[in-house]
């Protein structure tokens, strides 16, 4: 039995934990499943003739018929004539890959390792098992699905032993948004360092918006686990549900693996801390994903929060990931009365996000002083230079109140933003790296194929030929309605693929890329209400 905060009551002890009742569940869905599926006879027709034979004859694909068939066709078949003298051409050799100077991606599935609870290479220690993750995934490889349930399972089990609010101290690297931009993530960890040579905290978002969101994720947890004292992950608003099913997470899971393993995830993300305190010399700092909340008088009181389920729309958990610090643009042209009255907003709706609130520099300032804190360090905003001090300016600080650290660059693959880091030393002074983008494999809109992508574009041109015959051979325009119904939506199946193609040639590159991405962005910053999958394939983003 527990309480509403998710702790078990005094006098009593867990019989199962969380993580092990969670994996049950889903062996006894998928087993469920299982035993359904095999109750179902699949029955598949040949052709369209024998799902709908006509009622003159019969046709069976079955029994000697079949057999009798094919040897009397092998008998009366003969060579055309001359045939047999024409010199035979020989095979045309089709190259394995066009491109043979760009390396293949990665065929077999990474399994065997002791991160993911296996026995593994005994030349291997589990400090180098990461890098083996890494370099497979940097090939396009996949983990094997088993391997990837069990490396999910065995981080549930690591992140259910944390509190809701970490205590950690410096020296740290502290690292935002990454938001599936696995290649990026690579390029990161080699600038700040080998995660066995110092602390690492992520402060969420780790999916959505960039196509290899599943390689971000397998990293970090690989990393986690091979050095739990030492790598610490929160949660962001994304690691969620619901924005998982409006963006592209979601998708990538069933295109890569598939329903199990997305749903795995979902679990582990529910076991994510929600916050930090770090610990250095001179103060502590606070760490979350988003901001404070206004019903969040005491830090203290995030230890009473259960954290281990999908996060409501309102609240103090809500709160916690989903909110920001008002804008500083907002006192571009104003008066010393205006900028005095802006300094002293508390809270106010947060009107971008569609949830939540904006806090001010009066907020952020009595919740540093009132918890004994340094400064709010968090994330969740992309920024043009990759971090931003707020509520610095003309206040006569020490140190700025509020800091936002963004860690994906060129974000979404437009913003041509940079991406930053916070490394914090021992006596609280945090020094900002920062690193540029890296190339990576494109896929397309969806995670199509090139098939199914251009199953619209061939069949416009396709259809259009058709109904020109028809026109040609005199067919009233009455008697093709039902194909010029088809042809119309088969072209905005491709029109709407060509803006998706042609979306980043919208605008120019350089200074105004930032700016401009910013404003075409805004509309997928909000907190959906309901489910809405069509916002992964949006024409805009």
């Not at 004539?81 to 100077?101: D, L, Q, T, W």
């Not at 696995?182 to 196509?211: H, K």
């Not at 206040?395 to 991406?419: H, K, Q, W």
Request: hydrophobic share 35%; proline share 6%.
């Amino acid at each position: 039995m527990s309480d509403k905060t998710g702790e078990p009551h005094r006098g009593e002890q867990k019989t199962e934990s969380l993580a092990e009742q969670r994996g049950r569940n889903r062996k006894r869905f998928n087993e469920t499943r299982t035993v359904q599926l095999q109750k179902i006879k699949p029955h598949f027709s040949r052709s369209i003739a024998a799902a709908n034979p006509a009622t003159h004859f019969q046709i069976s694909y079955e029994g000697p018929k079949l057999k009798q068939f094919v040897e009397e066709m092998n008998t009366t078949s003969s060579p055309k004539p001359g045939s047999a003298n024409r010199p035979k051409k020989a095979p045309v050799p089709i190259p394995e890959r066009v491109e043979v100077e760009i390396p293949a991606p990665e065929r077999s599935f990474l399994k065997n390792l002791k991160v993911f609870g296996e026995e593994g290479d005994p030349e291997i220690p589990l400090e180098k098992e990461w890098r083996v993750v890494r370099e497979h995934l940097l090939r396009e490889g996949r983990l094997d699905k088993e391997c990837a349930l069990s490396l999910i399972d065995r981080a549930i089990e690591h992140l259910e032993e944390q509190p809701n609010m970490l205590d950690l101290n410096a020296p740290l690297t502290i690292c935002g948004d990454i938001h599936g931009q696995f290649f990026d993530l690579c390029n990161l960890l080699d600038a700040i360092g080998d995660p066995s040579e110092g602390q690492y905290l992520f402060l969420g978002d780790y999916v959505d918006r960039g196509d290899f969101s599943t390689e971000v994720c397998f990293l970090l947890l690989s990393i986690m686990l091979s050095f739990p004292k030492q790598f610490f992950m929160l949660r962001g608003n994304h690691e969620s549900r619901l924005l998982t099913g409006n963006f592209n997470f979601k998708r990538e899971c069933f295109v890569k693996y598939d329903e199990e393993v997305y749903d795995a995830f979902m679990d582990c993300f529910d076991f994510l801390p929600i916050a930090a305190k770090v610990h250095t010399n001179n103060g502590t700092y606070f760490a979350c994903h988003g901001g404070i909340s206004p019903t969040l008088q005491n830090v203290d009181d995030i230890h009473k929060l259960n954290r281990f389920i999908e996060p409501p729309g309102e609240g103090i958990l809500c709160d916690l990931l989903w909110s920001d610090p008002v804008p500083e643009d907002d006192t571009v042209g104003m008066t010393d009365n205006e900028i005095a009255e802006w300094q002293a907003i508390d809270f106010r709706p947060n009107v971008t996000r569609g949830c939540s609130y904006e806090f001010g520099f009066a907020a952020a300032n009595q919740f540093v002083k009132k918890n004994n804190f340094k400064a709010i360090i968090r994330a969740h905003e992309v920024k043009r230079f990759g971090y931003e001090e707020h509520f610095f300016r003309d206040n006569g600080l020490e140190i700025p109140p509020v800091i936002t650290v963004f860690s994906a660059p060129n974000y979404c693959d437009m913003y041509e933003n940079r991406a930053a880091f916070i490394k914090m030393t021992s006596t609280g002074q945090c020094n900002f790296g920062q690193i540029t983008w890296t190339d990576h494999p494109y896929w397309l809109p969806n995670f199509d194929d090139a098939f199914s992508f251009s199953i619209p574009f061939v069949g416009e041109c396709v259809t259009s030929m058709y109904m020109g015959l028809l026109r040609y051979l005199g067919v009233d325009e009455d008697q093709v309605t039902e194909l010029n119904k088809v042809y119309s939506t088969v072209q905005k199946q491709r029109q709407k693929l060509q803006k998706q193609i042609n979306f980043t040639k919208m605008f120019e590159k350089g200074d105004n890329a930032f700016y401009t991405a910013l404003k075409l962005d805004q509309a997928n910053e909000r907190r959906p209400h309901k489910p809405m999958l069509q916002r992964a394939s949006s024409n805009i983003w």
